[in-house]
């Protein structure tokens, strides 16, 4: 008999929800419409491959996770910004490559589920801070990005007191990273006086401005579903390991 895959925390979040709505009936109907729930149901439908670190999308995330510096370096070094573009579009295309095989291959693990956002928040960062000090885009921008992370971290203490440590990725967070992947390297490119530098500028401060509205707007989504989260499972109370007594010699 093959031994069951471990739970995905998004499974864990979904018993759980449904034993909380065991436990008060009344909440039943309130969790049947919830877009938490619905959210959590669509996450548990991929399957987990256990604790495996050794995976062939995993190794695309470390290598997204190196060219950062190599980016950072070209922006800011030698200001070789086509160099720079061709980093982030090799970025690009391993994002969607990591997330290709996983599928194909049925290679899921916990440490890709860290790594694939964690790249993509490095990246929107290290890119918009190198614009940023390069003065191509102003630092208002460089700083509502950051600013909603901070209210995402402010959600954590909420979450983990009902034992969990994040909400399921929605689609308007993946849209957001979507457009800000996109809006960076066309401004990078936007500087200058040539037509091909007035479309990458147009272009560029479309996605710009999509992506941070909807970054934020994810950013409420998650705030408010933490809110109903909270309000309908109890506090989980901390689980205490019994001490073996030892006899002395």
């Known amino acids: 008999m093959r031994p069951s895959p471990p739970d995905l925390p998004g499974a864990r979040l979904a018993r759980a929800l449904a034993d909380g709505a065991r436990a008060r009936p009344s909440l039943a109907p309130s969790l049947a419409r919830s877009p938490t729930v619905r ?9 987990s491959s256990a604790d495996r670190v050794w995976t062939v999308p995993n190794a695309l995330s470390v290598l997204r996770l190196g060219g950062i510096a190599l980016f950072l370096w070209l922006v800011l070094g030698p200001e070789q ?46 890119v918009v801070l190198g614009l940023a000090l390069r003065h191509i885009v102003p630092w208002w921008v460089a700083l509502l990005l950051p600013l909603r992370d901070v209210l995402l971290w402010g959600l954590v203490p909420f979450l983990r007191s009902r034992g ?39 272009l560029g401060w ?44």
């Open 164 to 202: 969990y440590r994040a909400l399921p990725v929605h689609f308007l967070g993946k849209a957001a990273t979507f457009n800000l992947l996109y809006a960076f390297p066309l401004l990078l490119l936007a500087h200058g006086d040539g037509v091909l530098s007035m479309l990458c500028r147009v």
């Open 81 to 126: 910004d086509e160099a720079a573009f061709a980093v982030l579009v090799v970025s690009g295309a391993t994002d969607w490559l990591d997330g290709y095989l996983a599928r194909r291959l049925g290679q899921y693990s916990r440490l890709g589920e860290l790594l694939d956002p964690l790249a993509d928040r490095l990246y929107i960062f290290a």
């Open 39 to 47: 959210a959590v149901q669509e996450s548990v439908t991929q399957p």
């Open 206 to 249: 479309s996605f710009a401005i999509w992506g941070i509205g909807l970054y934020w707007w994810a950013g409420i989504l998650y705030a408010l579903q933490t809110r109903q989260l909270v309000r309908m499972m109890p506090p989980q109370r901390p689980t205490r390991r019994p001490v073996s007594s030892r006899r002395g010699r």
